[in-house]
């Protein structure tokens, strides 16, 4: 495989650069401009929707830490009455974190269009 990738390296045809001449940027510029423009309330309003996906993950995968919590209050908070709050984290922190950062994960293209979920 190294030696097809290789050859297909070697032998395929060289690119060739094609620059557009100034007078067609001068004349395409103004056109550009209002385009970009236009997609600016769009553009906001995907980057600011990403930011909120991924600082649910985040959210998400900080929510993993309750597991050893809850493992530390099942193990040395048992005899203080701790094992049930201990079972919830664990829970908590080894069920349902991991299934959320999963569901934000493959939510994140949808929150990039801007739609508003809430989970």
């Given at each position: 495989?190294?030696?097809?990738?290789?050859?297909?390296?070697?032998?395929?045809?060289?690119?060739?650069?094609?620059?557009?001449?100034?007078?067609?940027?001068a004349i395409l510029a103004p056109v550009a401009m209002k385009l970009a423009e236009a997609s600016k309330p769009y553009v906001i309003r995907s980057i600011i929707g990403t930011g909120k996906g991924v600082f649910?993950?985040?959210?998400?995968?900080?929510?993993?830490?309750?597991?050893?919590?809850?493992?530390?209050?099942?193990?040395?908070?048992?005899?203080?009455?701790?094992?049930?709050?201990?079972?919830?984290?664990?829970?908590?922190?080894?069920?349902?974190?991991?299934?959320?950062?999963?569901?934000?994960?493959?939510?994140?293209?949808?929150?990039?269009?801007?739609?508003?979920?809430?989970?």
């Amino acid at each position: 495989m190294i030696l097809l990738a290789i050859a297909g390296i070697m032998f395929a045809a060289p690119q060739k650069a094609e620059a557009i001449d100034p007078v067609t940027m001068a004349i395409l510029a103004p056109v550009a401009m209002k385009l970009a423009e236009a997609s600016k309330p769009y553009v906001i309003r995907s980057i600011i929707g990403t930011g909120k996906g991924v600082f649910n993950i985040g959210k998400a995968a900080f929510e993993v830490l309750y597991l050893p919590v809850g493992l530390g209050e099942i193990t040395i908070g048992l005899p203080f009455k701790k094992g049930r709050a201990g079972l919830k984290h664990i829970i908590r922190g080894g069920v349902i974190a991991p299934t959320k950062i999963v569901v934000h994960t493959l939510l994140l293209p949808v929150y990039m269009t801007g739609a508003k979920i809430n989970i």
